[in-house]
Protein backbone atom coordinates (compact mmCIF):
# COMPACT_ATOMS: atom_id res chain seq x y z
CA UNK A 1 0.00 0.00 0.00
CA UNK A 2 1.35 3.18 -1.07
CA UNK A 3 1.18 6.12 1.48
CA UNK A 4 0.09 9.63 0.57
CA UNK A 5 2.76 11.73 -1.72
CA UNK A 6 2.85 15.36 -0.45
CA UNK A 7 1.29 16.57 -4.45
CA UNK A 8 -1.40 14.59 -4.44
CA UNK A 9 -2.25 15.74 -0.61
CA UNK A 10 -2.22 19.51 -1.64
CA UNK A 11 -3.98 19.02 -5.16
CA UNK A 12 -6.67 17.69 -2.60
CA UNK A 13 -6.56 20.64 -0.41
CA UNK A 14 -6.85 23.25 -2.64
CA UNK A 15 -9.67 21.98 -4.76
CA UNK A 16 -11.50 21.59 -1.26
CA UNK A 17 -10.88 25.21 -0.30
CA UNK A 18 -12.25 26.09 -3.54
CA UNK A 19 -15.53 23.62 -3.06
CA UNK A 20 -18.81 26.31 -1.88
CA UNK A 21 -21.22 24.43 0.76
CA UNK A 22 -24.58 24.81 2.36
CA UNK A 23 -22.17 25.10 5.37
CA UNK A 24 -20.60 28.19 4.05
CA UNK A 25 -21.46 31.39 5.71
CA UNK A 26 -23.14 32.95 2.08
CA UNK A 27 -25.33 29.89 2.25
CA UNK A 28 -25.97 29.36 5.69
CA UNK A 29 -29.69 29.93 5.42
CA UNK A 30 -29.95 27.79 2.61
CA UNK A 31 -31.52 24.37 3.45
CA UNK A 32 -29.26 20.74 3.10
CA UNK A 33 -30.36 18.44 -0.18
CA UNK A 34 -32.06 15.21 1.34
CA UNK A 35 -30.69 11.78 0.65
CA UNK A 36 -32.99 9.00 -0.98
CA UNK A 37 -34.50 7.34 2.25
CA UNK A 38 -33.55 3.60 2.50
CA UNK A 39 -36.03 0.86 1.61
CA UNK A 40 -35.83 -3.15 2.69
CA UNK A 41 -33.78 -4.50 0.07
CA UNK A 42 -31.69 -1.98 -0.73
CA UNK A 43 -27.40 -2.06 -1.26
CA UNK A 44 -25.77 -0.25 1.73
CA UNK A 45 -21.73 -0.04 1.58
CA UNK A 46 -19.79 -0.93 4.15
CA UNK A 47 -16.33 1.46 4.81
CA UNK A 48 -13.12 1.70 7.93
CA UNK A 49 -12.27 5.10 7.21
CA UNK A 50 -10.77 5.22 10.23
CA UNK A 51 -9.81 2.42 12.59
CA UNK A 52 -9.65 -1.40 11.61
CA UNK A 53 -12.09 -4.34 12.38
CA UNK A 54 -10.27 -6.92 10.43
CA UNK A 55 -11.28 -10.14 12.36
CA UNK A 56 -13.25 -12.15 9.51
CA UNK A 57 -15.64 -13.57 12.45
CA UNK A 58 -16.64 -9.90 13.05
CA UNK A 59 -17.16 -8.80 10.07
CA UNK A 60 -19.28 -11.34 9.25
CA UNK A 61 -21.05 -10.41 12.06
CA UNK A 62 -21.21 -6.73 10.74
CA UNK A 63 -22.60 -8.11 7.64
CA UNK A 64 -25.52 -9.93 9.38
CA UNK A 65 -26.34 -7.17 11.86
CA UNK A 66 -26.90 -4.71 8.18
CA UNK A 67 -29.04 -8.08 6.68
CA UNK A 68 -31.21 -7.95 10.03
CA UNK A 69 -31.98 -3.75 9.10
CA UNK A 70 -33.27 -5.75 5.73
CA UNK A 71 -30.48 -4.57 4.07
CA UNK A 72 -27.52 -5.55 1.43
CA UNK A 73 -23.99 -4.91 2.59
CA UNK A 74 -21.44 -4.39 0.06
CA UNK A 75 -17.92 -4.08 0.92
CA UNK A 76 -15.74 -1.86 0.12
CA UNK A 77 -12.86 -2.86 -1.84
CA UNK A 78 -10.04 -2.14 1.13
CA UNK A 79 -12.55 -3.29 3.58
CA UNK A 80 -10.96 -5.33 6.38
CA UNK A 81 -7.06 -3.71 5.33
CA UNK A 82 -4.60 -2.90 7.54
CA UNK A 83 -1.68 -0.11 7.95
CA UNK A 84 -0.93 0.51 11.90
CA UNK A 85 -3.31 1.50 13.26
CA UNK A 86 -5.39 2.28 10.50
CA UNK A 87 -7.82 0.61 8.53
CA UNK A 88 -5.29 0.63 5.44
CA UNK A 89 -3.41 3.73 3.53
CA UNK A 90 -5.18 7.40 3.83
CA UNK A 91 -5.44 6.76 -0.37
CA UNK A 92 -7.13 3.29 -0.25
CA UNK A 93 -9.59 4.57 2.97
CA UNK A 94 -10.80 7.67 0.87
CA UNK A 95 -10.52 5.53 -2.48
CA UNK A 96 -13.33 3.21 -0.57
CA UNK A 97 -15.66 6.34 0.37
CA UNK A 98 -15.09 7.62 -3.39
CA UNK A 99 -16.03 4.23 -4.49
CA UNK A 100 -19.23 3.53 -2.92
CA UNK A 101 -20.47 7.47 -3.50
CA UNK A 102 -20.04 6.65 -7.61
CA UNK A 103 -21.41 3.27 -7.26
CA UNK A 104 -25.06 3.25 -8.68
CA UNK A 105 -25.88 -0.04 -6.67
CA UNK A 106 -25.06 1.62 -2.92
CA UNK A 107 -28.08 3.69 -1.74
CA UNK A 108 -26.06 4.33 1.59
CA UNK A 109 -22.39 3.81 3.46
CA UNK A 110 -21.87 2.61 7.19
CA UNK A 111 -18.48 3.26 8.75
CA UNK A 112 -17.65 -0.30 10.27
CA UNK A 113 -16.25 1.67 13.47
CA UNK A 114 -14.47 4.70 14.60
CA UNK A 115 -11.15 4.86 16.49
CA UNK A 116 -9.11 7.52 14.39
CA UNK A 117 -8.11 8.46 10.96
CA UNK A 118 -10.97 10.26 9.29
CA UNK A 119 -9.45 13.37 9.28
CA UNK A 120 -6.72 12.34 7.31
CA UNK A 121 -8.42 11.66 4.40
CA UNK A 122 -10.25 14.57 4.10
CA UNK A 123 -8.23 16.16 1.32
CA UNK A 124 -8.25 12.94 -0.84
CA UNK A 125 -12.13 12.44 -1.15
CA UNK A 126 -13.66 13.58 -4.50
CA UNK A 127 -16.45 15.92 -2.95
CA UNK A 128 -17.47 16.80 -6.55
CA UNK A 129 -19.15 12.86 -6.98
CA UNK A 130 -19.76 12.66 -3.37
CA UNK A 131 -22.21 15.94 -3.84
CA UNK A 132 -23.84 14.47 -7.15
CA UNK A 133 -24.80 11.13 -5.37
CA UNK A 134 -26.03 12.20 -2.01
CA UNK A 135 -26.82 9.40 -0.09
CA UNK A 136 -27.14 8.68 3.73
CA UNK A 137 -23.72 8.35 5.86
CA UNK A 138 -23.90 6.38 9.20
CA UNK A 139 -21.54 6.44 12.25
CA UNK A 140 -20.83 8.48 15.27
CA UNK A 141 -16.92 9.22 17.14
CA UNK A 142 -14.46 10.03 14.32
CA UNK A 143 -16.88 9.56 11.84
CA UNK A 144 -17.36 13.12 12.76
CA UNK A 145 -14.75 14.34 10.74
CA UNK A 146 -16.71 13.07 7.82
CA UNK A 147 -20.16 14.39 9.16
CA UNK A 148 -18.44 17.84 9.50
CA UNK A 149 -16.60 17.98 6.30
CA UNK A 150 -19.80 16.66 3.99
CA UNK A 151 -21.60 19.36 5.79
CA UNK A 152 -19.07 21.65 4.97
CA UNK A 153 -18.48 20.64 1.45
CA UNK A 154 -21.05 17.63 0.22
CA UNK A 155 -24.59 19.60 1.04
CA UNK A 156 -26.45 16.93 1.93
CA UNK A 157 -27.95 15.51 5.73
CA UNK A 158 -26.14 12.76 6.83
CA UNK A 159 -26.92 11.00 10.34
CA UNK A 160 -24.75 10.47 13.77
CA UNK A 161 -25.99 7.29 14.94
CA UNK A 162 -24.69 3.87 15.71
CA UNK A 163 -21.72 2.29 14.00
CA UNK A 164 -22.52 -0.74 11.93
CA UNK A 165 -20.08 -2.80 14.70
CA UNK A 166 -22.23 -1.29 17.38
CA UNK A 167 -24.42 -3.55 19.62
CA UNK A 168 -28.04 -2.21 17.63
CA UNK A 169 -30.23 -2.60 20.33
CA UNK A 170 -34.02 -2.48 19.96
CA UNK A 171 -33.68 1.74 21.06
CA UNK A 172 -31.10 2.35 18.68
CA UNK A 173 -32.95 0.61 15.83
CA UNK A 174 -35.92 1.62 16.48
CA UNK A 175 -34.45 5.40 16.67
CA UNK A 176 -32.11 5.15 13.25
CA UNK A 177 -35.45 3.14 11.42
CA UNK A 178 -37.47 6.20 12.15
CA UNK A 179 -34.88 8.81 10.54
CA UNK A 180 -33.66 6.59 7.74
CA UNK A 181 -36.42 4.23 6.65
CA UNK A 182 -39.46 6.01 7.52
CA UNK A 183 -38.62 9.92 7.53
CA UNK A 184 -40.07 10.54 10.61
CA UNK A 185 -39.69 13.94 12.53
CA UNK A 186 -39.78 12.45 16.07
CA UNK A 187 -39.30 14.41 19.19
CA UNK A 188 -36.07 12.90 20.98
CA UNK A 189 -35.64 12.47 24.92
CA UNK A 190 -33.10 10.56 26.93
CA UNK A 191 -35.32 7.32 28.28
CA UNK A 192 -35.70 7.65 32.16
CA UNK A 193 -34.65 4.06 33.99
CA UNK A 194 -32.75 2.98 30.84
CA UNK A 195 -31.25 -0.66 31.61
CA UNK A 196 -27.56 0.38 30.08
CA UNK A 197 -25.05 0.72 32.90
CA UNK A 198 -22.83 2.92 30.83
CA UNK A 199 -25.35 6.03 30.82
CA UNK A 200 -24.45 8.11 33.57
CA UNK A 201 -27.72 8.81 35.18
CA UNK A 202 -29.89 7.81 32.83
CA UNK A 203 -33.15 9.50 32.22
CA UNK A 204 -31.69 12.18 34.41
CA UNK A 205 -30.09 15.78 32.30
CA UNK A 206 -29.37 18.82 33.61
CA UNK A 207 -30.06 21.94 32.57
CA UNK A 208 -27.51 24.87 32.41
CA UNK A 209 -29.79 27.30 30.52
CA UNK A 210 -33.61 26.93 30.36
CA UNK A 211 -35.76 27.65 26.67
CA UNK A 212 -36.38 26.80 23.34
CA UNK A 213 -33.82 27.16 20.28
CA UNK A 214 -34.47 26.38 16.53
CA UNK A 215 -31.53 25.99 14.29
CA UNK A 216 -29.90 23.24 11.92
CA UNK A 217 -27.90 20.56 14.31
CA UNK A 218 -24.24 20.36 13.52
CA UNK A 219 -21.95 18.45 16.26
CA UNK A 220 -20.69 15.37 16.90
CA UNK A 221 -17.58 14.30 19.11
CA UNK A 222 -16.16 16.94 20.89
CA UNK A 223 -12.85 15.89 20.57
CA UNK A 224 -12.81 15.56 16.56
CA UNK A 225 -14.70 18.57 16.11
CA UNK A 226 -11.91 20.75 18.65
CA UNK A 227 -9.11 18.74 15.73
CA UNK A 228 -10.96 20.69 13.16
CA UNK A 229 -10.59 24.05 14.25
CA UNK A 230 -9.07 26.42 11.61
CA UNK A 231 -9.31 23.83 9.00
CA UNK A 232 -11.18 24.16 5.72
CA UNK A 233 -13.45 20.84 6.69
CA UNK A 234 -16.10 22.70 8.96
CA UNK A 235 -19.43 24.16 8.30
CA UNK A 236 -20.58 27.50 9.37
CA UNK A 237 -22.19 26.50 12.81
CA UNK A 238 -23.78 30.43 12.96
CA UNK A 239 -27.57 29.55 14.15
CA UNK A 240 -27.13 26.09 14.68
CA UNK A 241 -27.68 23.86 17.39
CA UNK A 242 -24.40 22.55 18.50
CA UNK A 243 -24.45 18.85 19.83
CA UNK A 244 -21.45 17.40 21.43
CA UNK A 245 -20.29 13.71 22.81
CA UNK A 246 -17.27 11.85 24.27
CA UNK A 247 -15.60 9.39 25.67
CA UNK A 248 -12.44 8.47 28.15
CA UNK A 249 -11.46 12.44 28.76
CA UNK A 250 -10.72 14.01 31.86
CA UNK A 251 -12.98 17.29 32.96
CA UNK A 252 -9.89 19.01 32.78
CA UNK A 253 -9.70 17.98 28.79
CA UNK A 254 -13.19 18.77 28.31
CA UNK A 255 -12.84 22.16 29.85
CA UNK A 256 -9.33 22.42 27.32
CA UNK A 257 -11.38 21.84 24.24
CA UNK A 258 -14.46 23.71 25.59
CA UNK A 259 -12.40 26.31 25.89
CA UNK A 260 -11.14 26.60 22.46
CA UNK A 261 -14.53 26.35 20.50
CA UNK A 262 -15.02 29.48 22.97
CA UNK A 263 -11.61 31.20 21.53
CA UNK A 264 -12.35 30.16 18.14
CA UNK A 265 -16.06 31.89 18.66
CA UNK A 266 -18.14 28.69 17.88
CA UNK A 267 -19.81 28.84 20.56
CA UNK A 268 -20.72 32.70 20.49
CA UNK A 269 -22.50 31.84 17.32
CA UNK A 270 -24.96 29.12 18.16
CA UNK A 271 -28.25 28.97 19.45
CA UNK A 272 -28.30 26.35 21.85
CA UNK A 273 -26.08 23.21 22.91
CA UNK A 274 -26.62 20.14 24.24
CA UNK A 275 -24.26 17.82 25.44
CA UNK A 276 -24.91 13.73 25.51
CA UNK A 277 -23.30 11.06 27.08
CA UNK A 278 -19.68 11.32 28.07
CA UNK A 279 -18.48 7.76 29.68
CA UNK A 280 -16.03 7.59 31.12
CA UNK A 281 -15.33 10.86 32.01
CA UNK A 282 -14.65 11.39 35.46
CA UNK A 283 -11.44 13.57 36.79
CA UNK A 284 -8.67 10.82 37.70
CA UNK A 285 -8.52 9.53 41.22
CA UNK A 286 -12.23 10.15 42.05
CA UNK A 287 -13.96 13.50 42.61
CA UNK A 288 -11.71 15.29 45.16
CA UNK A 289 -9.39 17.99 44.42
CA UNK A 290 -10.81 18.96 41.00
CA UNK A 291 -13.97 19.92 39.22
CA UNK A 292 -16.91 17.73 38.09
CA UNK A 293 -17.61 17.25 34.10
CA UNK A 294 -20.91 19.21 35.11
CA UNK A 295 -19.25 21.64 36.74
CA UNK A 296 -16.93 22.31 33.88
CA UNK A 297 -19.75 22.24 31.38
CA UNK A 298 -21.34 24.82 33.45
CA UNK A 299 -18.55 27.24 33.39
CA UNK A 300 -18.71 26.94 29.90
CA UNK A 301 -22.48 27.18 28.84
CA UNK A 302 -24.15 28.70 31.36
CA UNK A 303 -22.50 32.16 30.59
CA UNK A 304 -23.73 31.67 26.61
CA UNK A 305 -27.04 33.13 28.01
CA UNK A 306 -28.43 30.27 25.46
CA UNK A 307 -30.32 26.83 26.14
CA UNK A 308 -28.23 24.32 26.96
CA UNK A 309 -28.49 21.10 28.87
CA UNK A 310 -26.29 17.75 29.44
CA UNK A 311 -27.66 14.28 29.48
CA UNK A 312 -29.04 13.91 25.67
CA UNK A 313 -28.83 9.98 24.94
CA UNK A 314 -26.18 10.37 22.20
CA UNK A 315 -22.54 9.34 22.53
CA UNK A 316 -19.86 6.17 23.33
CA UNK A 317 -23.04 4.11 24.43
CA UNK A 318 -24.93 0.87 23.71
CA UNK A 319 -28.43 2.80 23.25
CA UNK A 320 -28.19 5.73 21.59
CA UNK A 321 -30.92 7.71 19.13
CA UNK A 322 -29.78 9.34 15.88
CA UNK A 323 -29.60 12.95 14.99
CA UNK A 324 -29.53 13.77 11.09
CA UNK A 325 -26.98 16.78 10.98
CA UNK A 326 -28.34 19.82 8.72
CA UNK A 327 -31.91 19.85 9.13
CA UNK A 328 -33.71 21.83 11.49
CA UNK A 329 -34.72 20.98 14.90
CA UNK A 330 -36.04 22.50 17.59
CA UNK A 331 -34.74 22.06 21.63
CA UNK A 332 -36.03 22.18 24.90
CA UNK A 333 -33.72 22.73 27.68
CA UNK A 334 -35.82 22.45 30.44
CA UNK A 335 -36.77 19.45 29.16
CA UNK A 336 -34.01 17.90 27.64
CA UNK A 337 -35.88 17.06 24.02
CA UNK A 338 -35.11 17.79 20.56
CA UNK A 339 -37.53 18.29 18.31
CA UNK A 340 -36.88 17.19 14.77
CA UNK A 341 -38.63 19.67 12.21
CA UNK A 342 -37.79 18.34 9.04
CA UNK A 343 -37.19 14.52 7.53
CA UNK A 344 -33.75 13.79 6.73
CA UNK A 345 -34.84 12.24 3.79
CA UNK A 346 -36.55 12.72 1.01
Known sequence: ??????????????????????????????????????????????????GFVDDA?????????????GLKPKDAPHLAGRYGYLAGSDRDRAADINALYADPDVRAVFAVRGGWGCARILPLLDFATIRRHPKLL??????????????????????????????????????????AFDGATPTLSTPAGHEDRLVQRAGRIRTFRPGVARG??????????AALMGTPWL??????????????????RID??????????????????????????????????GFTLSEVLQQHLEPLGIPAFQGGQFGHVANQYSLPLGIEAEMDASAGTIRLLEPAVA
Open 1 to 50: MRPVDRRTWLAGMGAMLATPAWGSAAEAASAPVKPPRLRPGDTVGLIEPA
Open 57 to 69: FDLDLVRETIRAM
Open 138 to 179: VGFSDITALHLAFAAKAGFTTVHGPNASSSWGQFSWDAFRAI
Open 216 to 225: RLLGGNLSVL
Open 235 to 252: PDFTGAILFIEDVSEQPY
Open 256 to 289: RMLTQLALAGLLGRVKGVIFGQCSDCGPAGGSYG
